[in-house]
């Protein structure tokens, strides 16, 4: 999923079409990520506008973070 306004806009829209359905709000997951996703902004810039937009909550995985920091090479702290 590359990390861009497009996407970001997509995501939102399909979590928001869920909230719909199900009449109430839910939360999305940060995901880990193998190879570094193609953007315009930094995952966190991405996760930020997604959860703004979609008006949903965010279940923050500390996993995937530390998965991600192997994977990228960045200092978790």
């Known amino acids: 999923l590359p990390l861009t306004d497009a996407a970001d806009r997509y995501v939102a829209s399909r979590i928001r079409h869920g909230q ?16 570094a996703p193609a953007g315009e902004r930094t995952e966190l810039e991405f996760l930020n506008a997604v959860v703004s937009e979609a008006d949903c909550g965010l279940h923050l995985d500390i996993n995937n973070i530390f998965v991600n920091s192997v994977n990228h090479g960045f200092d978790v702290r």
């Open 20 to 35: 719909d359905v199900l009449e109430r709000r839910i939360g999305m997951e940060n995901g880990s990520t193998y190879a």
